[in-house]
């Protein structure tokens, strides 16, 4: 085997993996923020991140006293029918935090649990205008 054959072989599949992570990292969605001054807010956003680092990321006013652990509801977001449909079940450590959010409504989710996927490109989170933090 020549040497640029033995070069190809062992350096494609690495290349291959290297775009595909690539491309996906660089997908960019659209989240859609209503601030508690009924403000709209869109930003881009990356596939794999949550909502609550997002708006983070781009000086939004979304609590995250706990830093994703479950441990809070300053998160809590509300979501248009459409979008809570999207998202698997909240986990029952996330309904028991649900339950301490101020303003819960049947379609509240907290921030952080919701990943970002390319189904949910446009999703709008409108944030409450209070939050309960009992950490
Ligand atoms: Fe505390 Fe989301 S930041 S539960």
Redesign the pocket.
């Known amino acids: 085997m020549s040497l640029l054959a033995f070069t190809l072989r062992r350096v494609a599949p690495v290349a291959s993996r290297l775009s595909q992570t690539r491309f996906m990292s660089n997908k960019s969605l659209t989240v859609n923020f209503i601030t508690e001054d009924d403000e709209l807010i869109a930003v881009k956003a990356p596939v794999g991140e949550n909502i ?1 680092r997002i708006a983070h990321n781009n000086y939004i006013d979304l ?13 809590h977001v509300i979501l248009p029918q459409k979008y809570y449909d999207m998202l698997e079940e909240p986990s029952e450590e996330e309904n028991d ?1 649900l339950d301490l959010a101020f303003g819960l409504t049947d379609t509240s989710r ?4 919701i990943i970002m996927r390319p189904e949910l490109d446009g999703i709008i989170c409108k944030i409450p205008s209070a939050t309960r933090n009992i950490s």
């Open positions: 609550m609590e995250g006293a706990c830093d994703c652990s479950l441990a809070c509801s300053t998160c935090m907290l921030g952080c649990q």
